[in-house]
């Protein structure tokens, strides 16, 4: 299986448009290299592509990454984006892919609810975009040789789907993940998590590769770093730190390669020399950047 980290960034990227924190001041200046938003790229035979999320960056993705060129005059290696949520970051680049090329959607029922609902996705043509229904643990074939199987982990309704309570760790098909086989092996995609109970940890246990939820290092992060006062958990999004964060939930997952994506632009382990990135790395993960490819 191939796989390219089309943006390792969370919603915002990095440097945010309206942010000066000290990582998006070094993405300015240089200093940090810059993220897009939340998309990968998984092919088996390095020709024909599923996009997992379709960020609005997935423009300059394509641009940037030579496999997802046109083959001919018009033209995408791109056959399939598969949704994990509603998000803004996964959704709104299906706007960007109304050009006539055909593809398939696949998205659990609520998810493409929040489509159907919203007249702007109209622009793709259903003649040529086709909008796949996908069922919890209910494998599908997005590509030949791959099968993916989505399954509904810990998380919340769509920042602009929120009423006056979220329930923020909602198991559903609001927040999906994926467990993607290929050529024999399994690729875990769970790019928003909010928390890790036992049973999720007991699957990840077959995972040759897992990209996880790496969006704050700390609950509190934006608060700290004066952006904000959102916790992680009120985001959906669980912690890399502390007793009940992904470090240690997961530290018993040694066979896995594991990676952290869907990296908010506040998060300290962006910045190179420091004691949290340190700390990822000596606990076995590595860091997602774009254009970043892996091989299973
Ligand atoms: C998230 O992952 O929490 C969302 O992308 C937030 C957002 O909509 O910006
Ligand atoms: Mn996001
Ligand atoms: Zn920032």
Same mark, same amino acid.
């Not at 945010?16 to 790229?41: E, F, I, K, Y």
């Given at each position: 299986?191939?796989?390219?980290?089309?943006?390792?960034?969370?919603?915002?990227?990095?440097?945010?448009?309206?942010?000066?924190?000290?990582?998006?001041?070094?993405?300015?200046?240089?200093?940090?290299?810059?993220?897009?938003?939340?998309?990968?790229?998984? =092919? %088996?035979?390095? &020709?024909?592509?599923?996009? +997992?999320?379709?960020?609005?960056? #997935?423009?300059?993705?394509? !641009?940037?990454? @030579?496999?997802?060129?046109?083959?001919?005059?018009?033209?995408?290696?791109?056959?399939?984006?598969?949704?994990?949520?509603?998000?803004?970051?996964?959704?709104?680049?299906?706007?960007?892919?109304?050009?006539?090329?055909?593809?398939?959607?696949?998205?659990?029922?609520?998810?493409?609810?929040?489509?159907?609902?919203? =007249? %702007?996705?109209? &622009?793709?043509?259903?003649? +040529?975009?086709?909008?796949?229904? #996908?069922?919890?643990?209910? !494998?599908?074939? @997005?590509?030949?040789?791959?099968?993916?199987?989505?399954?509904?982990?810990?998380?919340?309704?769509?920042?602009?789907?929120?009423?006056?309570?979220?329930?923020?760790?909602?198991?559903?098909?609001?927040?999906?993940?994926?467990?993607?086989?290929?050529?024999?092996?399994?690729?875990?995609?769970?790019?928003?998590?909010?928390?890790?109970?036992?049973?999720?940890?007991?699957? +990840?246990?077959?995972?040759?590769?897992?990209?996880?939820?790496?969006?704050?290092?700390?609950?509190?992060?934006?608060?700290?770093?004066?952006?904000?006062?959102?916790?992680?958990?009120?985001?959906?999004?669980?912690?890399?730190?502390?007793?009940?964060?992904?470090?240690?939930?997961?530290?018993?997952?040694?066979?896995?390669?594991?990676?952290?994506?869907?990296?908010?632009?506040?998060?300290?382990?962006?910045?190179?020399?420091?004691?949290?990135?340190?700390?990822?790395?000596?606990?076995?993960?590595?860091?997602?950047?774009?254009?970043?490819?892996?091989?299973?």
């Amino acid at each position: 299986m191939f796989i390219t980290i089309l943006g390792a960034g969370a919603g915002g990227g990095l440097p945010q448009w309206n942010c000066g924190c000290r990582n998006c001041t070094d993405a300015r200046t240089g200093r940090l290299p810059p993220m897009t938003q939340s998309s990968v790229a998984v =092919s %088996v035979n390095g &020709v024909d592509w599923a996009i +997992l999320n379709a960020s609005p960056d #997935i423009r300059a993705q394509f !641009a940037a990454n @030579p496999s997802m060129h046109p083959p001919s005059l018009r033209g995408s290696p791109m056959r399939a984006v598969v949704l994990t949520n509603g998000d803004i970051d996964h959704v709104a680049g299906l706007l960007t892919l109304r050009e006539k090329t055909p593809f398939t959607v696949y998205a659990t029922s609520e998810t493409l609810g929040v489509l159907d609902h919203d =007249s %702007v996705f109209c &622009v793709l043509d259903p003649a +040529l975009v086709t909008k796949q229904h #996908i069922t919890l643990d209910a !494998a599908f074939h @997005p590509l030949a040789g791959m099968e993916i199987t989505p399954f509904a982990v810990p998380g919340k309704v769509p920042l602009y789907m929120e009423g006056e309570t979220v329930d923020t760790e909602a198991m559903g098909e609001n927040t999906v993940g994926l467990r993607i086989a290929g050529g024999a092996k399994v690729l875990y995609y769970i790019p928003g998590c909010a928390t890790l109970p036992d049973w999720l940890l007991d699957r +990840l246990g077959e995972a040759d590769m897992l990209l996880f939820d790496g969006t704050v290092w700390e609950n509190d992060e934006m608060e700290q770093t004066g952006t904000g006062a959102k916790t992680g958990a009120r985001m959906g999004h669980i912690s890399m730190r502390g007793d009940a964060g992904s470090l240690a939930r997961l530290s018993a997952l040694t066979d896995t390669r594991k990676i952290y994506i869907h990296i908010n632009n506040t998060n300290p382990i962006l910045q190179p020399d420091g004691p949290e990135r340190a700390e990822a790395l000596a606990q076995g993960w590595q860091i997602a950047a774009d254009g970043m490819e892996l091989e299973l």
